[in-house]
């Protein structure tokens, strides 16, 4: 280097001159190649030249599905049928190894990277191996994995360096052949960047769970369900956690202050320990398979101050559910087998109320100044007669507001339904009910004593059945029943009761909804 060459690079370097971001912007493309991928990206902290380089590198949301994923058991219509799983496999691969081509020659951005396979063969994870750690090195955000296999390949363990790529925010994991291999944590390894995690079937047991979120101080959204070995769950030191779903677990521990949303069910209805939880943010709740007592209901209002949302379901333990709150909004009970006899609900400022049981409540009241959406659901077989018509009018009465009924009739179920068993100072028919939904009607003889006995109960804006549940035979009953009606029924002669043919003035029905036949209802008052 002669002497020229020196002065003029001790004034480049005095002047702070930066040839490297002088480059053409391809040239840079190529050395961010070659780089680490979290060093790549602190790159674009550089210059604004490493900046544009950076935001201009290609961005590829890559999503794969092989066509065997969702038949694994080879059935189609339920008959064997002959699949060579090895050219499949092969056509797949291939199909995804073109995607990638692009990634073996300069570096890109991955937001997605979505894989939906089944191993067929044990060598076939090596090939899945490869892809990923492709995607790793090109700064993938979000990796979605549902990975089956037959029962005679082993479980595919996610490759140990899924762990270290910086720039995965979020990871979805699916597949009870999927495994997280314990070994791969450890209580002193780096903090890891996760946002959000979703482990569905897959195997895992709990202690890698504990592992796994001690290494996770970002974690804004878990979810744990279908994880047969895991039984429990400790959400603590999780500090910026806001949402959590954790299903089939035993026992459940949470310290998480900023936590928002709550959804946990149990496995053979533990009992959950009101000591267990802490989590004072917590805006919306939803607890089944779980035995609760009656000082977990009670301390609810206390234990979470600002909660909004309860839903409650398949409760074990409880006859009777009372519940008070001044800043519940949205009520939600489905008791499942249980037989609730008493429910009494006192929460002013309630405005959703939805109930879903196999038995109407003996004694119901609810309290709420604010009360405007009502859905009740009931799940019924057996006999059925006018009195259990009369139980279910004096339930919906309970209600002033609008509200819509659902009912699904298992087989078998018989109905008995006779006017004259009604009395003379009976109940009017509620006139309130917006919709009355026949979710499943099993097959009958006659359907006169179902539609008789609902009609004179209830006077519907809207009534619906599904003929995929009950067949056409039943909605072209109704259709024949409310719509092609005689216009002057000659039905109750000079009874002092009319029946309800005589209230109605018009059933039309109501532009076709995918399996849904309605029928719009106008009563006279």
Known sequence: MDEFETKQKRVCLSMGFDRISQLPQQIIHHILFFMPTKDAARTSALSKSWLQAWN???????????????DPLNLSNGEEVD?????????FAKSVDETLLPLQLYKAIIPLFKLRVTVWHDKYASRIDNWLELAYRNHVQTLDLDIRSKDNVKAYALPQTTFGVGSLAVLSLKGEKCKLDKNYFSYDMKSLCLRE??????????????????CCPLLEALTITMCTKVKRVELVNVPKL?????????????????????NCSGDLAPILNPNSIACNNVKEIEIASFYLTKKMIREFDSKFPLLETLHLGIFFGRKEFKFSSHRLKSLSLSPGPEKLTTVEIDCENLNSFKYNGSSIPSSFSITSSCLNNIENRFHQKGHLD?????????YLGKFEQHQTLNLWFDHPTTISFTSEELSKDQLPPLSSLENLVLERVPPMQDYTALVDGLLWICHPKLLSAYPVYSGVQFTNFLCQTLVNREEEPKCCGDSHMKCWRHYLISGAPTPQIPLKSSILLEWSL
């Open 56 to 70: 201009s590198l290609p961005r590829f949301d890559l999503k794969h599905s092989d066509v065997t994923h969702y």
């Open 83 to 91: 699949i060579d799983h090895e050219e499949m496999f092969s056509k």
């Open 242 to 262: 806001k949402k959590a779903n954790v299903q089939g677990v035993n026992k459940l521990r949470i310290e998480a202050p900023n936590l928002e949303k709550l």
């Open 197 to 214: 995690l979703s482990l569905d079937e897959v195997d895992v047991d709990s202690l890698t769970i504990k592992k796994i979120l001690k």
């Open 386 to 394: 006018t009195f259990w018509f009369l139980t279910l009018r004096q």
